[in-house]
C-alpha cells in the first residue's frame, strides 16, 4: 500500500501564494510520476501539474507561468508552489502518483485532498 499525505492549503488572498507538499511512503520502490490535481465545486477533476520521475513537466494551461511543481525523489515528495492565485484556482486539490512496488507491480494513489480559498 501507499500513502500520501498533503500539507499547506488554506486561505489566501488573491494575489497571493501557496506551496503544497505531498509526501509518500509506503512499499514504494521507485515512483515514476507525481502530480497535482483540483476539483472546484461542480466542475470535473483536472490535472494541475504534472512531474516525471526525469524531471518532465506537464501544467494546465490555466496556470502556467504562476504555478511551479518540483518534487525530491529521495524523500518520495512533490510540491507545488502557487503564485499570483486568483479566485478561480479555489479547489481541493489533490496529491496523485504512480508507484513502483517490485514483484506487486504499479500502483496509482492519490492523496485525502487539500483545500485552496482564494478570497478577492
Known amino acids: 500500500q501507499v500513502h500520501l499525505v498533503e500539507s499547506g492549503g488554506g486561505l489566501v488572498q488573491a494575489g497571493g501564494s501557496l506551496r503544497l507538499s505531498c509526501a509518500a511512503s509506503?512499499?514504494?520502490?521507485?515512483?515514476?510520476?507525481m502530480g497535482w490535481y483540483r476539483q472546484a465545486p461542480g466542475k470535473q477533476r483536472e490535472l494541475v501539474a504534472a512531474?516525471?520521475?526525469?524531471?518532465?513537466?506537464n501544467y494546465a494551461d490555466s496556470v502556467k507561468g504562476r504555478f511551479t511543481i518540483s518534487r525530491d525523489n529521495a524523500k518520495n515528495t512533490v510540491y507545488l508552489q502557487m503564485n499570483s492565485l486568483k479566485p478561480e484556482d479555489t479547489a481541493v486539490y489533490y496529491c496523485?502518483?504512480?508507484?513502483?512496488?517490485?514483484?506487486?507491480?504499479?500502483?496509482?494513489?492519490w492523496g485525502q485532498g487539500t483545500l485552496v480559498t482564494v478570497s478577492t
Open positions: 496523485n502518483g504512480a508507484f513502483f512496488l517490485g514483484a506487486m507491480g504499479t500502483l496509482e494513489a
Open positions: 512531474i516525471t520521475r526525469g524531471g518532465r513537466i
Open positions: 509506503g512499499n514504494i520502490l521507485s515512483v515514476n510520476v
